[in-house]
């Protein structure tokens, strides 16, 4: 400041305390100061002017920073109108281009935000959109194919990202956001509905089950008396359970539990039977074998009559012992077909020796062959005396060949 004039490049203080500020080539008086010292009046309104500055460049440092929100417009608008004819002293025309130039650029921050917050609610829209979109294909599944503890998670999950979206994200407009909640809403009361009614359906169904089971239960365990003769019983009784239907797993199976040891206790007094015809079957093999052992020097035998007598008495006994085990009775029963072929084998051979028909038939076919074979050895002779081999071989083959039909004949 020049201690001359009390001036400054952007103002200046007359003698009677008044302050001026310079706009280009006009000056105007900004205020008076009576009771301080001229430096002291300049200083007071250039502070001024430093308060307006720095609020001017705490804007734009918002503005650069994209963190100024709707209000930075009312602040460019406010400072516009201090700036007018502000009582401060400073390049008040520099201040009013930057304010100016804050003003186009609040406006295009104003314009980008506004698309962000429409954008950011368009999301949250879609966002909510797709809760109730995927409530009401939840709500809309055939019954029967619904896993009725999953989907019921699902929803409480949906809900909880309603109520999230709600919360934190971007508010959107009522008239939407209501519809979208509607939707959201009638599909899980649906769900709800039918979840109800399902489960009633369920205990209904279980209850009716529970009351027939539980009377082919008390059906099965009254067999108990009757051991062994309750078994066909036992059976009718389990066909009669495939089709009583299904209770829920865990009361199915306790029923299935008590239903099975009413079955149980039959199977047990066949098992002791069995084990009881089983010890005695074991002592009727350990007869047979040994019968067995005795009967198979019949298969060195070749007379017909005696081979039958032995096989007889072998199989009266046979009979006598009795049943043996199951997994032994191919054994046995194939070393006794064995010797039963033998003596077969020694009566079909008697028969087709002894047979009057079949023996006429060999003695009229042996006696054919011999007249055949004698002209054959005439027949030989004479190629030979004629010299014609051609024909003494062919006349050879066919007496060769005649010869083994004769030999088979026997005697």
Do not use: C
Request: hydrophobic share 40%; charged share 35%.
């Amino acid at each position: 400041m020049s201690e001359a004039t009390n001036e400054t490049p952007w103002g200046r203080v007359d003698d009677d305390r008044t302050v001026y500020v310079r706009e280009g080539d006009t000056e105007r008086a900004v205020g008076s100061f009576p009771d301080g010292t001229p430096e002291e009046a300049l200083a007071y309104f250039t502070r001024k002017f430093a308060d307006l500055e720095g609020q001017v460049t705490l804007l734009e440092a918002r503005i650069a920073r994209g963190t100024a929100d709707a209000s930075a417009a009312d602040s460019v608008a406010k400072l516009t109108e201090q700036l007018a004819e502000p009582a401060a002293v400073g390049d008040i025309a520099a201040l009013r281009t930057r304010v100016e130039k804050l003003g186009t650029k609040t406006a295009a921050l104003s314009e980008k935000q506004q698309a962000e917050r429409e954008a950011a609610r368009q999301e949250a829209l879609a966002k909510r959109e797709a809760i109730a979109v995927e409530a009401e294909r939840l709500a809309a599944q055939p019954e029967a194919s619904i896993r009725w503890k999953d989907t019921s998670q699902a929803f409480e999950q949906l809900f909880t990202d309603w109520q999230a979206a709600q919360r934190s994200g971007p508010q959107v407009p009522k008239g939407q956001a209501d519809a979208l909640w509607k939707r959201f809403r009638s599909a899980r009361q649906t769900f709800d509905t039918a979840r109800r009614a399902h489960f009633a359906q369920m205990d209904a169904t279980n209850k009716d089950v529970k009351q027939r089971k539980e009377r082919i239960i008390a059906a099965a365990e009254a067999l108990a008396p009757k051991g062994i003769e309750g078994i066909p019983a036992y059976r009718s009784l389990l066909e009669d359970w495939k089709v009583a239907g299904r209770a829920s797993r865990k009361v199915d199976d306790q029923l299935w539990a008590r239903f099975k040891a009413a079955g149980d206790v039959l199977y047990q007094a066949k098992a002791e039977e069995a084990a009881q015809t089983n010890e005695e079957y074991t002592a009727n093999l350990v007869a047979k074998q040994a019968l067995l052992d005795e009967a198979e020097p019949i298969l060195q035998v070749t007379d017909r009559a005696a081979a039958r007598k032995q096989l007889t008495a072998i199989q009266l006994q046979w009979d006598e012992i009795g049943r043996v085990p199951r997994e032994a009775l191919r054994d046995v029963e194939g070393r006794l077909r064995k010797i039963e072929d033998h003596v077969k084998q020694l009566e079909d051979e008697h028969w087709r020796k002894t047979n009057p028909e079949t023996k006429a038939r060999s003695e009229g076919l042996r006696g054919q062959l011999e007249s055949s074979i004698a002209d054959l050895t005439a027949e030989i002779d004479a190629a030979k005396a004629a010299g014609n081999a051609k024909a003494q071989k062919e006349a050879e083959e066919k007496l060769a060949t005649q010869q083994s039909w004769l030999a088979a004949l026997g005697d």
